[in-house]
């Protein structure tokens, strides 16, 4: 078994997400939370901008409680994506929305339409 120590960074793994914060997995023994204080110095709307339940990521022990395999951790201190990747960002809506898709729409059905009845029938052209 690990020891886990106040101070140490580890690595674990997003395995749940809830409006207070997000449970980490680190072995078949310990898991630990990172309550919503500890996601960022800012302002947290949803902890999922930040983890998402698989992530594998890096985090600070805070408290560790030995007695229940339980540790309270952070990751707003420290680099705590492994993958070194960007975030992707949400999309945006645009001021038109699914306008584009309402309007478009009929026209590629019928274009496509008109593609299968030439495939079934060559000698029509």
């Known amino acids: 078994m690990t020891k886990y120590e ?6 674990g793994t997003v ?10 997995s680190f072995d078949e023994f310990y898991t630990g939370l990172i309550h919503i204080s500890e996601i960022s110095r800012g ?10 339940v698989g992530d594998h990521i890096y985090v600070e022990i805070l408290e560790v409680d030995d007695e229940e395999a ?4 952070s990751i707003k201190n420290i680099q705590y994506r492994i993958d070194g990747k960007p975030r992707q ?7 038109t ?16 339409l008109k ?8 000698i029509d052209k």
């Open 6 to 11: 106040k101070g140490r960074i580890v690595k």
């Open 15 to 24: 395995t749940c997400i809830e409006p207070y914060g997000a449970f980490v």
């Open 43 to 52: 302002f947290v709307k949803d902890i999922s901008d930040f983890v998402n």
């Open 70 to 73: 339980h540790l309270k951790l």
């Open 89 to 95: 960002k949400k999309i945006k809506e645009t001021q």
């Open 97 to 112: 929305g699914f306008k584009t898709l309402q309007y478009k729409l009929p026209i590629w059905i019928e274009e496509k």
């Open 115 to 122: 593609s299968i009845k030439k495939a079934r029938n060559p």
